[in-house]
């Protein structure tokens, strides 16, 4: 057997879940996401975030790959707007919860926060918009806002649940 075109079935990738309309992804701190001083890079929460919406949209039950293959599109960041509370370190783990907060004819606001334990470390939020294969903004798929809509929450709360 070809041991480079095999993969056991008991081994997936992550998959993170949904709670009361709330998107939870764990992830762990590596040290390619560390500074120097062993303390998590500025860019590396966006990847945490980024890796967080992307299950989010898979779990819904949307194919961003099809979409732009067929040429309807994909999602690009349009806004962004970061708070870092506290640094994160070399082997933390991390829990990233997103939470739908607003949904537009071509975009979706998303607010994401990581939290370490008890201890929230940042808060973002991200406007996602839907842009054709020429980069210009299109109308999100109906069944993709149908399912946004079923997970919006009001807020997301920033505290995890107890």
Not at 42 to 51: D, N, Q
Not at 67 to 75: S, T
Not at 85 to 93: G, K, L, M, S, T
Not at 118 to 123: D, G, L, R
């Amino acid at each position: 057997m070809d041991a480079s075109n095999y993969i056991p079935a008991d081994v997936k990738p992550h998959d993170g879940q949904f709670r009361a309309g709330r998107h939870y992804f764990a992830c762990r701190v590596y040290y390619e996401d560390t500074d120097f001083s062993g303390i998590v890079y500025h860019a590396a929460y966006l990847k945490f975030m980024e890796r967080a919406r992307s299950d989010m949209l898979y779990q819904l039950g949307m194919d961003q790959r099809a979409a732009f293959e067929a040429g309807d599109g994909a999602y690009a960041v349009a806004d962004l707007h970061i708070k870092y509370i506290a640094p994160a370190r070399f082997q933390d783990n991390l829990l990233v919860i997103s939470g739908v907060k607003r949904l537009r004819k071509a975009s979706v606001e998303i607010e994401q926060t990581i939290i370490r334990g008890n201890e929230k470390i940042v808060s973002a939020v991200v406007q996602a918009a839907f842009l054709t294969p020429a980069g210009r903004p299109r109308r999100q798929p109906e069944p993709w806002t149908k399912a946004f809509a079923a997970v919006m929450v009001e807020a997301v709360d920033t505290k995890p649940d107890e």
